[in-house]
Nanobody, 121 residues
Framework: QVHLVESGGGLVQPGGSLRLSCAAS????????TGWYRQAPGKQRELVAF???????NYADSVKGRFTISREIAKNTVHLQMNSLKPEDTAVYYC???????????????WGQGTLVTVSS
């Protein structure tokens, strides 16, 4: 099984920066890709960014040029560097890992507990 723990959320002023971290444990080598999602009150959960096991990245249009997803392989950790934050970035941010489950012969999703990011003056 894969377990994820997020950290780094908090309160930041518009234009500021935060760095989120997602630490993975368990069957690390079964992970195919890791992504960051966010969900604001009254809104659907949306994909913010993801990174594959070979390091390819993709971003939502709303965060391109401001957010960067990266891996720290030695620590089994994925980061989301968030710069030039806007009030509309306020949401609970969740880490997600797509991994292969050999018992069921399918890909499964693991989710962290979420970390709240509030962008406000």
């Amino acid at each position: 099984q894969v377990h994820l723990v997020e950290s780094g959320g908090g309160l930041v002023q518009p234009g500021g920066s935060l760095r989120l971290s997602c630490a993975a444990s368990g069957s690390i080598f079964s992970i195919n890709a890791t992504g960051w999602y966010r969900q604001a009150p009254g809104k659907q959960r949306e994909l913010v960014a993801f990174i594959t096991k070979v390091g390819r990245t993709n971003y939502a249009d709303s965060v391109k040029g401001r957010f960067t997803i990266s891996r720290e392989i030695a620590k089994n950790t994925v980061h989301l560097q968030m710069n030039s934050l806007k009030p509309e970035d306020t949401a609970v941010y969740y880490c997600n890992a797509d991994f292969w489950d050999g018992a069921s012969f399918r890909y499964l999703d693991a989710w962290g507990q979420g970390t709240l990011v509030t962008v406000s003056s």
